[in-house]
């Protein structure tokens, strides 16, 4: 006869468990995917983008038009935020396959546990063909 399934076995929350093993450059990774992918950071480089202009438009601008060094900043910022991008992406494709592997450790777990239930189905209803075999012998 199989093994009762216990109610009593607590459930994992693998999104924590995950969290906790983390390294210091993984939680850098996805704290910085999460900032350049918000509207705040939108928002606040366009903000600095236009200050830089204002300020170097003037008598005293330190980066006169065409704002060379600028554009010098925006070239070393979009080959950093690439490289940002793609280990974030790399940790995405991690957290995807440790997800699906999960998954399916849950649905093993879950099946095991339907067969467990249709095995005691089984033999409940076994017992009760016995049960109505008995009850119909001394009955007649």
Do not use: C
Request: hydrophobic share 50%; proline share 4%; no cysteine.
């Amino acid at each position: 006869m199989p093994e009762p399934v216990d109610p009593e076995r607590p459930l994992s929350n693998w999104h924590r468990e995950e969290r906790l093993t983390l390294t210091r450059g993984q939680r850098a990774a996805d704290i910085l995917r999460n900032g350049m992918g918000s509207w705040f950071f939108v928002a606040g480089f366009g903000l600095v983008m236009i200050v830089w202009a204002v300020f170097n438009s003037g008598q005293r601008a330190w980066d006169p038009y065409p704002f060379i060094l600028l554009n010098l900043f925006l070239s070393m910022l979009a080959g950093l935020q690439g490289s940002i991008l793609l280990i974030a992406a790399k940790r995405q494709d991690a957290i995807a396959a440790a997800l699906a592997q999960h998954d399916y450790e849950t649905n093993v777990a879950a099946k095991r546990e339907i067969e467990e239930m249709m095995a005691i189905n089984r033999t409940q209803l076994e017992v009760l063909r016995e049960l109505r075999a008995e009850l119909a012998r001394r009955q007649t």
